[in-house]
């Protein structure tokens, strides 16, 4: 046999092709005409051609001539790789001309359109591999005749309809010997149907990996006979009902994968038969019952992982028995019992990626001082469990640990000294515990990133130590016991992105050099403290400031002007202190202002605004209730809430919940004698509050055009006139109080359209006349209305002669008085449905009701 190379260069740059014989080549000439100027060369592509005699030889220099005009080609081409070139033509029917074809590559390009069914003509093709491009189309059951297939790759590209069930024809004898389908991908298509159960004649399959398609339908049992089987990769599907045992059978299996289906009921024990098993992956299903302890005898497991289930039961202590294991993800189920203490003997979590996820669980009792054995572990989370008792001191020999999540827990005591020895920990949630003292050495963390002990009863110098941590980002200390002034040395952490401080027994001034941070601290929050003194002065241009919030403090002088360079401020809380100040209308130049409450201080003299139309351009809680503002409520004010002119639909909430260290924004509003406290404004609640001051003056009747109000409250002021018939136009609105003002006239008929009206206080207004009925107005009580001697109808007993209602009969009204309990529940459900309604970027749950 004759070969020959010759290098053609004015055709195809790198193209080296070997030749043994010429004939009948124009298919893939065709090709090539389709393909002009589209090969970018990435890598050098070989044609590889065999000539038969030496006389065929010869007519190469005819092939060469003929190939200027394009007409004839190579004929008996078996191996042509165009892989990684950017090609972006389609796949010619001529390719069923090349019969000699033992290996096609068209992997990695832009191919597109369909694959033609004429490729069932390749009866000699043993590879054929087209992943990585943009094929559409069904899988032409023709490859069903490619009887010298091995293998077959088509994944990650567009191809839709079932798997032909002639691939389960792939085998084939030559010379006595079984030629069969080794490798069969698919994955990452838009295949749908069930898994033919003719993949199960495949006895020489290692590899089925059909993840990323639209598979419904079982696990079929025929795939138990794949004795020779190394991966099955079926996620990432919508396969159903229960995993079946026969899976046990593939003792030669290496990785089995089923996440992300329907897969339901227990985990089969013949899975323990499975003894070259490196990785499990079952997480993301619907799967019950217990983890079964036959397990341990996967000896050659590296990663169990079954998280996103609904397991129940103990956690096998035999598990401790996988010695190889570097990944162990059972989160999110519903395991209960202790910790077996036998985990302590995984040594071998010692890699990258090395795991021990078992958070939200309901597992109780002690963690096991036996974890302090895994010296080259990297993560430990153990959150939102049951565990109760101290935290062990041994957890401090884990040198190598990144992640320490303890949080929501019941665990009590000190946070050990010996934590301090964990140098390279960069997450420490230790937060909704029990704990009660720390040791300063505790946080000589210098690689720390992530302090999160918010909720204990944690006191003592905490703040002190975390001045030298120059890597912090993320400081949650919030509800606990901490005492004693703040260190300015906090100001020394130009990394810190969150100080949350808020609800301890801080005192003393706000260190100046605070507003310094701003250009990066984004979340500053030390509500409810004891901090006195005046507010910093030095927020700098340029501010990452994106929540301010000192509410419930004793903090006096002015409002910094400096603030009107946080242009990133989203919530501005400086309520409940004892500021005097006029009102600082230039805060309406904030452009991400979206609250503003400066309720509970000593603000004085009138509202005003400045002439400009971009004043509050997203503003959609406005709190101003409960100081001294005078004068009368001035239309032009009210025209600028653009953003309470449109109901927006609901945001979902952020997506950073794995550690829990998103910061959640909390506000206080006031409804009927009860303060509510509302937490996660990640969609924001839209409401006005201008009660208790000393307004004038009629209600602008313009507050009619802010349709996305929730709540509008005016009470206790000295408004006069009488109800604007444009509040009807208030179609959200949960909470309107107009209370204890000397508006005079009767309520508008128009009222009766308020549908989403849940809470009306209207006393002590002097309003005359019939009350509206239908709609909400037939769900008010007495109290309503008290101390408007001339109004009548449905609930008072004064009637109106044609409502109906002309007496509220002891019968009517029997249970209708709602005690202090079922009046709390009233609330708090009005609040629940309230507060999740609408939102721009920010969202509102009800959390606490304090009573005021």
Request: overall charge negative; some cysteine; proline content about 5%.
């Amino acid at each position: 046999m004759v070969s020959k190379i010759f290098s053609l260069l004015q055709f195809f740059t790198h193209f080296t092709i070997t030749f043994a014989s010429t004939e009948e080549a124009t298919a893939l000439l065709k090709w090539k005409s389709t393909l002009k100027n589209q090969i970018y060369f990435s890598s050098s592509l070989s044609f590889t051609i065999t000539f038969a005699s030496t006389e065929e030889a010869t007519a190469l220099l005819k092939w060469k001539a003929n190939f200027k005009n394009q007409n004839n080609f190579v004929p008996f081409l078996e191996y042509l790789n165009l892989s990684m070139n950017n090609l972006s033509s389609t796949i010619p029917p001529e390719i069923g001309n090349l019969t000699n074809l033992v290996y096609l590559d068209l992997k990695i390009n832009q191919i597109s359109g369909t694959i033609p069914s004429q490729i069932g003509s390749l009866v000699k093709l043993q590879i054929l591999c087209t992943f990585d491009n943009h094929l559409n189309g069904p899988i032409p059951g023709e490859i069903g005749y490619l009887r010298s297939l091995t293998k077959l790759s088509l994944g990650r590209n567009f191809l839709n309809g079932s798997i032909p069930a002639s691939l389960g024809n792939l085998n084939n004898f030559v010379l006595g010997i079984l030629i069969n389908l080794n490798y069969l991908e698919l994955y990452n298509n838009q295949l749908s149907g069930p898994i033919p159960s003719v993949l199960g004649n495949l006895k020489n399959l290692n590899e089925l990996v059909l993840l990323n398609n639209n598979l419904p339908g079982p696990i079929l049992s025929v795939l138990g006979n794949l004795i020779n089987l190394n991966y099955l990769e079926l996620y990432n599907n919508q396969l159903s009902v229960p995993i079946p045992s026969v899976l046990g059978n593939l003792k030669n299996l290496n990785e089995l994968v089923l996440l992300n289906n329907n897969l339901y009921g227990p985990i089969p024990n013949m899975l323990g038969n499975l003894i070259n098993l490196n990785y499990l992956g079952l997480n993301n299903n619907q799967l019950s019952g217990p983890i079964p302890s036959v397990l341990e005898n996967l000896k050659n497991l590296n990663e169990l992982v079954l998280f996103n289930n609904n397991l129940s039961g103990p956690i096998p202590s035999e598990l401790g028995n996988l010695k190889n294991l570097n990944g162990l993800l059972l989160h999110n189920n519903q395991l209960s019992g202790p910790l077996p203490s036998e985990l302590g003997n995984l040594k071998n979590l010692n890699d990258i990626l090395n795991h021990l996820l078992l958070h939200y669980n309901q597992l109780s009792g002690p963690i096991s001082s036996e974890l302090g054995n895994l010296k080259n572990f990297n993560h430990l989370e153990l959150f939102d469990n049951q565990l109760s008792g101290p935290i062990p001191s041994e957890l401090g020999n884990l040198k190598n640990l990144n992640d320490l999540l303890l949080s929501n827990n019941q665990l009590i005591g000190s946070i050990p000294s010996s934590i301090g020895n964990l140098r390279n920990l960069q997450y420490l949630f230790l937060g909704d515990n029990n704990l009660t003292e720390e040791s300063p050495s505790s946080f000589n963390l210098t690689s720390l990133k992530f302090l999160h002990l918010l909720r204990n009863n944690l006191k003592g110098k905490i703040l002190q130590c975390l001045g030298n941590i120059s890597g912090l980002q993320y400081v949650m200390m919030s509800h606990n016991n901490l005492n004693g002034e703040l260190p300015s040395s906090i100001c020394n952490l130009t990394s810190l992105q969150v100080l949350d401080l808020g609800r301890n027994n801080l005192i003393g001034a706000i260190p100046q050099c605070f507003g310094n941070m701003s250009g990066h601290l984004e979340v500053l929050d030390m509500q409810h403290n004891n901090l006195s003194g005046t507010l910093p002065t030095t927020f700098c241009i340029g501010s990452a400031l994106g929540s301010f919030n000192l509410h419930g403090n004793k903090l006096e002088g002015k409002i910094p002007r400096s603030l009107e360079n946080c242009k990133r401020v989203e919530v501005l809380d400086l309520g409940d202190n004892l500021l005097n100040d006029t009102f600082p209308v230039w805060l309406g130049t904030l452009p991400e202002l979206r609250v503003l409450s400066l309720r509970l201080n000593k603000l004085h003299g009138p509202i005003r605004t400045l002439g400009s139309e971009r004043m509050y351009p997203v503003l959609r809680l406005l709190d101003l209730s409960s100081n001294a503002f005078t004068g009368n409520l001035p239309t032009i004010f009210f025209q600028h809430f653009r953003a309470m002119r449109k109901i927006y639909p609901s945001k979902k909430r952020r997506s950073d919940e794995r550690y829990g260290y998103y910061y959640e924004n909390s506000i206080a509003v006031v409804t009927k004698g009860l303060e509510l406290e509302v937490v996660r404004i990640l969609c924001l609640y839209t409401t006005i509050d201008l009660s208790n001051n000393k307004f004038e003056g009629h209600i602008p009747s313009i507050i009619g055009g802010l349709i996305a109000l929730r709540a509008l409250n005016l009470s206790h002021n000295g408004l006069g006139g009488h109800i604007p018939r444009s509040l009807e136009s208030l179609s959200s609105v949960g909470s309107l109080d107009l209370s204890g003002n000397h508006l005079v006239g009767e309520i508008p008929a128009q009222f009766i359209s308020l549908t989403a009206l849940e809470a009306l206080s209207l006393y002590y207004i002097h309003l005359k006349g019939c009350i509206p009925q239908g709609n909400q107005f037939h769900t008010f009580e007495n109290n309503s209305y008290e101390g408007n001697d001339g109004l009548r109808g449905f609930p008072l007993s004064k009637g109106c002669g044609n409502d109906g209602h002309d007496s509220a009969s002891e019968e009517t009204y029997t249970g209708s008085e709602l005690d202090e309990e079922s009046n709390y529940e009233f609330l708090n459900d009005f609040w629940k449905a309230t507060l999740l309604g609408y939102g721009t970027g920010l969202c509102i749950v009800l959390s606490i009701i304090y009573i005021s």
